[in-house]
Nanobody
């Protein structure tokens, strides 16, 4: 079992930046692939980014490539999402998620593949 707690959300103007953090409990953080998802009002939950358990492989949805960066610090049991050049369409609740991975490089992008979820943090981008 792992518990995930997100932080760092808030209100920002278009073009601005935010960094989300997700702190995980437990001593086996390095065995989890970590992902970020988001859900806007009236829309389905959407994959944003994922990082492999060792950090050597990452995956992004096309709409955030070049603007968002996912990173992890296994010593601190924390995964980050640096969000730059934010747009109003990035407004959503952002969720951290995790699953125990048997692969060093593969990163899942379907929500159904993730077993553990945080409570979410609101990101609002004003135009």
């Amino acid at each position: 079992q792992v518990q995930l707690v997100e932080s760092g959300g808030g209100l920002v103007q278009a073009g601005g930046s935010l960094r989300l953090s997700c702190a995980a409990s437990g001593r086996t953080f390095g065995t989890y692939t970590m992902g970020w998802f988001r859900q806007a009002p009236g829309k389905e939950r959407e994959f944003v980014a994922a990082i492999s358990r060792g950090g050597g492989s990452t995956r992004y949805v096309d709409s955030v490539k070049g603007r968002f960066t996912i990173a992890r610090d296994n010593a601190k049991n924390t995964v980050y999402l640096q969000m730059n050049s934010l747009k109003p369409e990035d407004t959503a609740v952002y969720y951290c998620a995790a699953y125990v991975s048997g692969s060093t490089y593969y990163t899942a992008f379907h929500a159904r593949d993730y077993d553990y979820w945080g409570q979410g943090t609101q990101v609002t981008v004003s135009s």
